[in-house]
């Protein structure tokens, strides 16, 4: 069965700190994908990335960077130099290539304080 | 490109009335939408898988005569909820796969916020 596990419930950090986003996943699928999705109040689910499970190579977009290990079954989200705007609820995902659905995480609360 | 429209954004019915909730991919074709709910301060919860022309693939424990999906045409879904009480106040989210742009390419709709009374 596919799993997706965020054990942080909620963080706080002070404004240009960075930030690491834990996400842990289970799945028997060889070919699978992972993705990342911001939440704003708003409550709009906002994409971030996708990665394939064939493609190990970390990610950096301006201010933020994924590091996917397939050894620890990881795809963690970092934030760099963290600002107000960057709060919101993130969630990490999981499909397989079999259907389309996506498994959602419990999602990460994440505050950014002035 | 590639914009998913969820029609209305916010709806408070009274208990027992019924709700539609449009999904609208506004650019590109989709043969598959997907509905998802979300309770306050939780996870989107996939209930039902949409296909074009064919019936909806429901989820466990997702009552299908409840939530009565449509899927009439390559660019709208439909979720009604029917007979709705309190405990259906949630957010629904819909997402539309684009056939053209490949596979586990979904793009997500605004969300609906339904409050029943």
């Known amino acids: 069965a596919q799993k997706v596990t965020q054990a942080q419930t909620e963080i706080s950090v002070v404004e240009k700190e960075d930030v690491t986003l834990d996400c842990v996943y289970e799945?028997?699928?060889?070919?699978?994908?992972l993705f990342w999705y911001k939440q704003p109040p708003s409550g709009e689910l906002v994409f971030l990335i996708r990665?394939?499970?064939?493609?190990?190579q970390n990610e950096i977009s301006g201010r933020y960077s994924w590091n996917f290990q397939k050894s620890t079954s990881s795809f963690n989200f970092t934030i760099t130099a963290s600002q107000v705007v960057d709060s919101a609820v993130y969630f990490c995902?999981?499909?397989?290539?079999?259907?389309?659905?996506?498994?959602f995480g419990k999602g990460t609360r994440l505050h950014i304080l002035p | 490109g590639a914009v998913v429209s969820q029609h209305p954004s916010w709806v408070i019915c009274k208990s027992g009335t019924s709700v539609k909730i449009e999904c609208r991919s506004l650019?590109?074709?989709?043969?598959?939408m997907f509905w998802y709910r979300q309770f306050p301060k939780q996870s989107l919860m996939l209930m039902a898988t949409?296909?074009?022309?064919?019936?909806?693939?429901?989820e466990q424990g997702v009552e299908k005569d409840k939530f009565l999906i449509n899927h009439a045409s390559l660019t709208l879904s439909t979720l009604t909820v029917t007979s709705a009480h309190p405990e259906d106040s949630s957010f629904y989210i819909c997402?539309?796969?684009?056939?053209?742009?490949?596979?586990?390419?979904?793009?997500f709709g605004p969300g609906t916020r339904l409050t029943v009374l």
């Open positions: 650019d590109f074709q989709a043969t598959t």
């Open positions: 997402s539309a796969r684009d056939l053209d742009r490949g596979y586990n390419e979904q793009f």
């Open positions: 949409s296909n074009e022309g064919s019936k909806a693939t429901y």
């Open positions: 990665r394939n499970s064939f493609d190990e």
């Open positions: 799945t028997r699928d060889t070919t699978y994908y």
């Open positions: 995902a999981l499909s397989d290539e079999r259907d389309d659905k996506i498994i």
